[in-house]
C-alpha cells in the first residue's frame, strides 16, 4: 500500500507529516519551516500559497484569502457577523458560500484544496515519490456540514482522504505514542480560528474519547480582531484615517495587532508600529492591556472544559494530565486560566504547532496497517436528529456516542395512497429545529397504501470520520432504498467532480508559471554566459557583430521581466541565433590553445 | 456465537469472529442481544473493569481502522460491527440504559405496564410548573424579594427531588439484587417466571417515576440558574 501522509489543515498555519520508521515527523520546507500560513494569493501569474501569499496580504487584499476554514461547510448567513472583516465579497449558491475574486468564485473547499497541492507538493518532493492518501484533521467540534467539506477539499486536490480526525486526538495520539501514558488527559486546543477540548481515557494503547467539546468560532483570530478594534478607533481619533476605508491599511493594522500579540507573550510591553498616508501611528501596549481586552474570550473557554468534563462524568480534578496544542496557547493568560481549572500544571513538550500533523501521521501509519498497538476510539461532538411536528428535532444519536454508530428509525405514511415522506436531518443539542444545525434533507418514496401501513425503516450511520450516511429499507419487501440526500451546506457530488476537473486547470496555471520561472533562469543564465563571452572575445568579431549581440541580449534582458514564457523563449534563441557566430571563433580559439598545450605537452614527453 | 458460514469462503466458522480458513471478518448475528455481545448473563450487577476490557479486545477485532486496506465487503462488515458494539457497550455500562435493554429483551414476558406518573407524583408537578411559571415571569430588575424567595423554595424543591432520586437509585439496586438473584437460581428463563415479571415490573414503576422526577429537576435547574 502506498505511503498515507498526515495532514493539520488549520486556520492559521496548515503542516504535513509522515511516518519515518515508527516515528512521525512534519515534513519542511528546503529553508526548513515546516508551518505553512493557510493563505492563498490570487496573483497574475496565477496561484501562490504559503508565505509568499501572507506577503500579498497587504499588497493586493482582495485578492488574497485567509483563514478560509472558518467559511468551510456554511451559508452566508452564518458569517454575516464577520462580514466587514474580510476584504473580499462573499455570496451563496445552493447553501455554500463562495468567495469572489476578480472575475472568478471559488468555494471553500477549492480554496482548501490549493493549500492541501502545496502541502502535497512539499512532501512529494522531499520524500520523492507521488502522494495520493492523506489523513485530514479537523476541529473535533466540527459537524458534518464541515467534516464532509473537508473530504471535499482533499478530492479536488487529488487526494484520497482516508480519514477525517479531530484536532485534539490527534494530538493525544502524538502524546501517548510511547504507550507510557495511562489515565485520563485533557486535550485543549486554542489555534487561530477554533477552540476545541477533548477528555480521552488512555488505557494499553487504547485512546478512549469520553467527552468532547468546543467553539468552531473562537482563538487567536478573535483576540487579534479585539486589538484591531481598538487600534482601529484610536487611529481614527487621532490621526483621522478611517482604516476600514482601506483593505490594504486595514491588512497591516490586523497583522501588526497579531504581531503585538504574539510578542506579549513573552514580553510585557510591545509597540504597534502602522504606516499611514498621513505619517507614522505608533502605541505601546502592556501584557495587562491586552489580557483585559480577551480575558472574556479566554474565559469563554472554560465553558465547553465544563461540559466536557460533566459530559464525561469526572471533576476537573480526576484530570491526571492536561495538554496544550495550538499557537494561542502560548499566551501566559490562557495557561493560567487552563492551569486554574484543572488545578494542574499544562504539558507542553512536544511544540504545540506541530503535534496536530504528528498524531494525524500516527492515525494514517494505524490505517496503513503498521500499528496493530494503537487504537482510537472517538466520539461524534454532537447530537444527531431529525425534525419531528411542530418544527421540534428528535434526537437519535447523543453528542459523545462511540463512533461508528447507528440508529434506525421507523417511518410510515398520515394520509391514503401517500408515496412520500419528507426528512430533515440536524444536528446541535437545542430543543427547536431553527435553532439547530441543518446538515441535510431526503425525499422517503413510500408504497401507495393506506395511511400508516407502509413501514420504511432509515438507518442513520454515522462512521469513523463522524461523517453521516443514510440508507433506507421497505420493511414488507425487504427491499432497499437508494437515497438521494441533498446537504444544506455542501457541494453536491456534481459540483465537486466539477471542482476537480477545474482544478487541473489551476494546475495548468502551476505550470504556466513553473515555466515562466525556467525560462527566466535559462535566460539570465544566457546572459552572464554571453557577457562574459563577448569579454574574452573582444578582438575576435566585428564592431557591428558586438552591437548586434549587445542589443539582443539587452532585449532578452527586458522580455524576462515579463511573464510570458514563449516571449521568453523567443528572446533566447535571437541571442543564441546572433552568438552562433561568436561561439564558433570562441571554439576555433580555445580548440587552438588547446592543440598549442597539447603540442608543448607532447614535445615535453 | 452459533456456528455458521463464512460469508466468503462457505466453510463453517470456526473461530470467534474470523473465518478459520480464510480469515474474513463475520458479521455479527442479527439474533445477538447486547448481553449475549460480551459473553454476559442477562443480570443487572456487572462487572464494569471486566466490562471495558471486552470492549476494547472486541473494539481490535472490529474498528474499520484495522480494515482500511481490506476489500469493501470486509470493510462494511467491520463498520456494521463496530456500530453495533458501541450502542452494546454505552447500553450495558450505564446502569439504569442496562436495565431498561433488560426490560426491553424480557418485554414479551412483561405486558401492561404503567406509564402514568402516581397521582401523587403528579400533583407536585403541576405545582412546581406553576411556581416556575411564575417565577419566568418576574423579571430580574423588579420584584427582586419576592424573585428572590421563590428561587429559593424552587432550588429546596430541586434538592428535594435530588434526594428522591437518589432514594429511587438505591430502591433499584436492591431490585438489582432480587433479580440476580432470581436468575441465578432459575437460569431457565421459563422457571420462576412470575416473580421474575414482577421484579421487572417493579422496576419499571421505578424507572418510569425516576424520569418524571429526573426531568423535573432539570427544569428546575434551568429555570432558577
Ligand atoms: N507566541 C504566541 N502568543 C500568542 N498567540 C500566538 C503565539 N504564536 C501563535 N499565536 C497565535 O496562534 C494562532 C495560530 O495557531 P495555530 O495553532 O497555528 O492555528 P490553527 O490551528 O488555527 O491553524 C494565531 O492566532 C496566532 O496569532
Ligand atoms: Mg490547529
Known sequence: ?????????????????????????????????????????????????????????????????YSVKRFMGKGLADVTDELKYFPYSLHEKNGVIRIEVGEKTYSPPQVSAMILKELKRRAE??????????????????????????????????????RIINEPTAAALAYGLDKKTQGIIAIYDLGGGTFDISILKLKDGIFEVLATNGDTHLGGDDFDQCLLDVLVEEIADKHGVQIHEHPDLMQSVRLAAEEAKVQLSSETEATVLVEL???????????????????????????????????????????????????????????????????????????????????AAVQADILGGHNKEIL?????????????????????IRRNTTIPTSAKEMFTTYADGQTSVDIHILQGERELVKDNRSLARFQLKMPPLPAGVPRVEVTFLIDANGILHVTARDIRTSEAQTVQVKPSHGLSDDEVEGMIRDSFEFAEEDIKIRQVIEARTEANAIIIATDKALARASDLISEKEKVEIQRVIGVLGETQKGDDHRLIRAGIAEVEKETHHLAEVLMDATLKEALESKKVSEFVK | MARSMCWHCQSEVTGEYLCGQCVKVQPLSKDLDYFACFKLPRLLNINTQELERTYYELSRAFHPDFYSTKDESEKTISLGNSAFLNTAYRTIKDPVQRVEYLIRL?????????????ADLFEEILELQEDMETFR?????????????????????????????EEMEKALGAKYQEWDGLQIANADPSEARDQKNGVLRSMQEILSNRTYICNMANELLETTG
Open chain 1, 125 to 162: 518532493e522531499f520524500l520523492k515519490e507521488d502522494i495520493s492518501k492523506a489523513v485530514i484533521t479537523v476541529p473535533a467540534y466540527f459537524n458534518d456540514s464541515q467534516r464532509q467539506a473537508t473530504k471535499d477539499a482533499g478530492m479536488i486536490a487529488g487526494l484520497e482522504v482516508l
Open chain 2, 106 to 118: 424480557e418485554a414479551g414476558a412483561v405486558k401492561d405496564i404503567r406509564s402514568n406518573p402516581p
Open chain 1, 376 to 396: 482510537l476510539l472517538d466520539v461524534t461532538p454532537l447530537s444527531l436528529g431529525i425534525e419531528t411536528m411542530g418544527g421540534v428535532m428528535s434526537a437519535l
Open chain 1, 277 to 359: 498616508p498621513n505619517g507614522k501611528y505608533e502605541k505601546t501596549l502592556t501584557r495587562e492591556s491586552l489580557e483585559a481586552l480577551v480575558m472574556h474570550l479566554v474565559e469563554r473557554t472554560l465553558v465547553p472544559c465544563r461540559s466536557a468534563l460533566k459530559d464525561a462524568g469526572l471533576r476537573a480534578d480526576q484530570i491526571d494530565e492536561v495538554v496544550l496544542v495550538g499557537g494561542s496557547t502560548r499566551m501566559p493568560l490562557v495557561r493560567s486560566k487552563v492551569e486554574g481549572l484543572f488545578a494542574k500544571q499544562p504539558h507542553s513538550e512536544l511544540n504545540p504547532d506541530e503535534v496536530v500533523a504528528l498524531g
Open chain 1, 1 to 65: 500500500m502506498s505511503r498515507i501522509v498526515g495532514i493539520d489543515l488549520g486556520t492559521t498555519n496548515s503542516l504535513i507529516a509522515y511516518m519515518d520508521k515508527g516515528t512521525p515527523r512534519v515534513i519542511p520546507n528546503p529553508e526548513g519551516v515546516a508551518k505553512v500560513p493557510s493563505i492563498v494569493g490570487m496573483t497574475d501569474n496565477g496561484l501562490i500559497v504559503g508565505d509568499s501569499a501572507k506577503a500579498h496580504l497587504t499588497r493586493d487584499p482582495s485578492r488574497t484569502i
Open chain 2, 137 to 165: 415571569g418576574l423579571s430580574p430588575e423588579k420584584d427582586s424579594t419576592e424573585r428572590a424567595e421563590l428561587r429559593e423554595k424552587l432550588q429546596r424543591e430541586r434538592e428535594r427531588l435530588e434526594g428522591r432520586q
